[in-house]
């Protein structure tokens, strides 16, 4: 009886609770303590069949903010949340969302961390770190600590700490586990001045990571079965010198790994390596160039392009066994708003493909194939800004990879002003084609028309025809915006807009056969 009274009674103490809240907000105004939040309803019909509408239950948000200053140089934050209507996370009741505690002192300073996102750390080419991955996707809590030197050079450090929040979970295929990860994350950099004309200045710093993830499985009954762990152990270092106006970077890291279907041989590379020079003008060229070398034994478990998978899947193309480089030249026509440009993408790799390994969870394995392949892009492009806020963008492109390689053609014309943005693309893709879907001719627009100074209206659609197919398809996304004031929002949504995103660039749909999805959506957003 508790779900079906939640839903109930919810819209109606969350409007309570922002009433309420505003009160409160509004006679703490004065003093070192704020309240705050955000809230959000949507209402939605989706026609699934040729019977008609569907109304589903409606989704509300809200979410609570607090923090205060009890006194100098102390900070406190936490921020609580209640949902409905998610399939993945039903969550009627108040939580702890996330929340940390600031005390700063003499040159330095100190987080208290519950749930909190504070894990960044300089990697200027390899980012041998992610936020999400480091505080364990917002679901740990942990410390964090900040040193600022003075004078010359200017030296800074910090270390943070994760530890998981205690978790168990289930597989599909019938097994229970207790997870425990933790995460260890420090680094000393310097930045100075240096007295040659031609060097002005220069960084360096060294970082190290340790990240374990422990899993203790059991059966349905609760009888223990094994306990399996995975640790990575990571030091890089890295440089960036500011030499005649242009900048010289470069990165080195190594690494260890244990415990896992992926483990590297010991006679792999378990180093990567990236340099980049940026800003290089000899005019009327600009030129930017990158080599890179990521040996296929490198592991960072805390990295996207080199850890162990993301929880959303999106990051299964890792960078194991990559050599390659990029290279990019711009020319600015002198007294001409336009600009010529070439890009070259070049890389050799082994990778093949990635599995979960079923025995422990958020583990792969991979596999690779037998010799290298050449994965290449080729793009000149030309910019024209005209009058009145026009402008073209035409690019002539190439790619290549293991499977064959196929030029296209983008032509893209747009205009912004006070009131009305517009733009519209036609792009070939993999001209000449007969494999998969072949050719693909692809029209994009979108537009976003300022109807009043409260009411907005925007638009996008993007058709496909794979004419050696004898295929079409086609999906748009409309948007009408209404500003209320005093940070109120409402939207009428038609159609989904995730596989429109990039217009004719979006792979979602030019690689895929989409269709208009019948749904329509009003939300409600109000910030407090």
């Given at each position: 009886?508790?779900?079906?009274l939640a839903r109930l009674f919810f819209p109606v103490f969350v409007m309570?609770?922002?009433?309420?809240?505003?009160?409160?907000?509004?006679?703490?105004?004065?003093?070192?303590?704020?309240?705050?939040?955000?809230?959000?309803?949507?209402?939605?019909?989706?026609?699934?069949?040729?019977?008609?509408?569907?109304?589903?239950?409606?989704?509300?948000?809200?979410?609570?903010?607090?923090?205060?200053?009890?006194?100098?140089?102390?900070?406190?934050?936490?921020?609580?949340?209640?949902?409905?209507?998610?399939?993945?996370?039903?969550?009627?009741?108040?939580?702890?969302?996330?929340?940390?505690?600031?005390?700063?002192?003499?040159?330095?300073?100190?987080?208290?961390?519950?749930?909190?996102?504070?894990?960044?750390?300089?990697?200027?080419?390899?980012?041998?770190?992610?936020?999400?991955?480091?505080?364990?996707?917002?679901?740990?809590?942990?410390?964090?600590?900040?040193?600022?030197?003075?004078?010359?050079?200017?030296?800074?450090?910090?270390?943070?700490?994760?530890?998981?929040?205690?978790?168990?979970?289930?597989?599909?295929?019938?097994?229970?586990?207790?997870?425990?990860?933790?995460?260890?994350?420090?680094?000393?950099?310097?930045?100075?001045?240096?007295?040659?004309?031609?060097?002005?200045?220069?960084?360096?710093?060294?970082?190290?990571?340790n990240s374990a993830l422990i899993q203790q499985k059991y059966d349905s009954?609760?009888?223990?079965?094994?306990?399996?762990?995975?640790?990575?152990?990571?030091?890089?270092?890295?440089?960036?010198?500011?030499?005649?106006?242009?900048?010289?970077?470069?990165?080195?890291?190594?690494?260890?790994?244990?415990?896992?279907?992926?483990?590297?041989?010991?006679?792999?590379?378990?180093?990567?390596?990236?340099?980049?020079?940026?800003?290089?003008?000899?005019?009327?060229?600009?030129?930017?160039?990158?080599?890179?070398?990521?040996?296929?034994?490198?592991?960072?478990?805390?990295?996207?392009?080199?850890?162990?998978?993301?929880?959303?899947?999106?990051?299964?193309?890792?960078?194991?066994?990559?050599?390659?480089?990029?290279?990019?030249?711009?020319?600015?026509?002198?007294?001409?708003?336009?600009?010529?440009?070439?890009?070259?993408?070049?890389?050799?790799?082994?990778?093949?493909?990635?599995?979960?390994?079923?025995?422990?969870?958020?583990?792969?394995?991979?596999?690779?194939?037998?010799?290298?392949?050449?994965?290449?892009?080729?793009?000149?492009?030309?910019?024209?800004?005209?009058?009145?806020?026009?402008?073209?963008?035409?690019?002539?492109?190439?790619?290549?990879?293991?499977?064959?390689?196929?030029?296209?053609?983008?032509?893209?014309?747009?205009?912004?002003?006070?009131?009305?943005?517009?733009?519209?693309?036609?792009?070939?893709?993999?001209?000449?084609?007969?494999?998969?879907?072949?050719?693909?001719?692809?029209?994009?627009?979108?537009?976003?028309?300022?109807?009043?100074?409260?009411?907005?209206?925007?638009?996008?659609?993007?058709?496909?025809?794979?004419?050696?197919?004898?295929?079409?398809?086609?999906?748009?996304?409309?948007?009408?915006?209404?500003?209320?004031?005093?940070?109120?929002?409402?939207?009428?949504?038609?159609?989904?807009?995730?596989?429109?995103?990039?217009?004719?660039?979006?792979?979602?749909?030019?690689?895929?056969?989409?269709?208009?999805?019948?749904?329509?959506?009003?939300?409600?957003?109000?910030?407090?």
């Amino acid at each position: 009886m508790k779900k079906p009274l939640a839903r109930l009674f919810f819209p109606v103490f969350v409007m309570s609770s922002v009433i309420a809240l505003g009160f409160v907000a509004d006679a703490a105004l004065a003093s070192t303590v704020g309240i705050g939040g955000y809230y959000e309803t949507e209402f939605s019909w989706r026609r699934e069949s040729d019977f008609g509408w569907n109304l589903a239950a409606p989704k509300h948000y809200l979410q609570t903010k607090f923090w205060a200053s009890p006194r100098q140089g102390v900070d406190v934050y936490s921020q609580f949340s209640a949902r409905t209507n998610e399939s993945w996370n039903e969550k009627y009741f108040f939580e702890l969302e996330r929340g940390w505690g600031k005390w700063r002192f003499g040159s330095g300073e100190a987080f208290f961390l519950l749930k909190e996102e504070r894990h960044w750390t300089d990697s200027p080419l390899l980012r041998i770190s992610e936020q999400s991955k480091a505080s364990y996707f917002n679901d740990g809590s942990g410390a964090r600590l900040n040193f600022f030197g003075a004078g010359a050079p200017f030296l800074k450090a910090s270390a943070v700490f994760t530890k998981s929040l205690p978790k168990a979970r289930q597989e599909w295929y019938g097994s229970y586990f207790d997870e425990d990860a933790r995460n260890f994350v420090a680094r000393l950099g310097a930045d100075f001045k240096t007295p040659l004309e031609a060097l002005d200045r220069v960084s360096v710093g060294g970082s190290y990571i340790n990240s374990a993830l422990i899993q203790q499985k059991y059966d349905s009954s609760g009888n223990f079965l094994a306990e399996r762990a995975m640790k990575n152990d990571v030091i890089s270092l890295d440089a960036k010198l500011s030499v005649l106006g242009a900048t010289l970077t470069g990165e080195w890291s190594g690494s260890q790994k244990k415990g896992s279907a992926n483990d590297p041989l010991a006679s792999e590379n378990q180093t990567a390596f990236a340099a980049e020079l940026r800003d290089v003008k000899l005019r009327p060229l600009r030129l930017q160039a990158r080599f890179y070398d990521y040996g296929p034994g490198y592991r960072s478990e805390l990295s996207r392009a080199f850890g162990r998978l993301s929880r959303d899947g999106n990051d299964t193309d890792k960078e194991f066994g990559r050599r390659g480089y990029y290279f990019e030249s711009g020319c600015l026509w002198p007294k001409k708003m336009i600009t010529f440009t070439y890009k070259r993408n070049y890389r050799l790799s082994d990778f093949d493909y990635l599995t979960n390994n079923q025995n422990i969870r958020e583990d792969y394995i991979i596999y690779r194939t037998t010799e290298n392949y050449a994965v290449s892009y080729d793009a000149i492009e030309s910019r024209i800004d005209f009058a009145n806020g026009i402008k073209n963008l035409s690019s002539v492109e190439l790619s290549g990879d293991r499977y064959g390689s196929w030029p296209g053609f983008l032509f893209e014309i747009s205009g912004d002003t006070r009131d009305v943005y517009s733009r519209v693309q036609f792009r070939i893709k993999d001209a000449g084609s007969e494999t998969g879907l072949g050719e693909r001719h692809i029209i994009g627009a979108e537009v976003r028309y300022n109807l009043s100074d409260h009411l907005q209206l925007y638009a996008r659609t993007v058709s496909v025809n794979a004419a050696k197919r004898g295929r079409n398809w086609a999906s748009a996304f409309y948007q009408l915006r209404y500003f209320v004031g005093w940070d109120i929002e409402g939207y009428v949504e038609y159609g989904d807009g995730w596989h429109t995103d990039s217009l004719s660039r979006d792979s979602d749909i030019s690689d895929y056969e989409r269709a208009l999805v019948n749904v329509v959506r009003i939300l409600f957003k109000i910030n407090f």
